[in-house]
């Protein structure tokens, strides 16, 4: 059998070299973690490279899902599965009975832009509207055939802001003052047992409604 030559002490790597492999192992760990770890599972972007490679927006609804997740857990154990069964029931016909007693007030009055979304059960969308720093937007969103939970927030430049959450809501209204320049507007989930239709009304001073993707 033949051996291979047992290596020399000047081919192997010197303490010098095997620092310098591990350090730069380290700074590589660090890199990723905070440029592509922190932003795309915590909605954490002390950078801003997260934000730019549309990472952070990841974050945001995997930190959304995670908080509507324990939410939902912490209200099954305060609330009977009977109660949980009725109030599920009764959002239902809440939700379809703001809806059809708001059609006439919302084709009464003049809005900008109207869209329309379908929510499954378990499902959620986002959309937001492009503003400037100080602008001011009326809004009225409502859900037909159940409630949603929603997520009204922002973000931009860095920031980011939540202006408010509900939960089994059938509507929303109000005028959205952007905080700062950058994305304003409402995440909805469905967690119901039924399909949702959500529609949002809006005008005022945006330039743009982004819509999911």
Do not use: C
Request: no cysteine; hydrophobic share 40%.
């Amino acid at each position: 059998m033949h051996n291979g030559n047992k290596p020399t002490p000047e081919d192997l790597p010197t303490s010098a070299q095997l620092l310098k492999s591990t350090a730069i192992a380290a700074a590589s760990a660090v890199a990723i973690l905070t440029l592509v770890v922190l932003p795309a599972e915590y909605n954490i972007d002390p950078t801003g490279v997260g934000k730019a490679l549309g990472l952070a927006e990841m974050g945001e609804i995997k930190t959304q899902l995670a908080e509507e997740a324990e939410e939902d857990r912490l209200m099954q154990l305060q609330t009977a599965p009977v109660v949980e069964e009725q109030s599920s029931v009764s959002g239902g016909i809440f939700g379809i009975f703001f809806g059809a007693a708001y059609a006439e007030e919302v084709v009464a009055a003049e809005w900008t832009e109207q869209y329309s979304l379908i929510l499954t059960p378990g499902e959620g969308a986002e959309v937001k509207l492009a503003m400037e720093e100080g602008a001011e937007a009326e809004f009225l969103w409502v859900a037909e055939g159940g409630v949603v939970n929603y997520d009204l927030h922002g973000d931009g430049g860095g920031k980011d802001i939540s202006y408010e959450k509900g939960r089994a809501e059938p509507r929303g209204e109000g005028v959205l003052t952007a905080a700062f320049s950058g994305n304003h507007g409402w995440f909805w989930r469905n967690r119901d047992k039924q399909d949702v239709t959500v529609t949002l009304y809006a005008r005022g001073d945006y330039s743009e409604m982004k819509l999911p993707k």
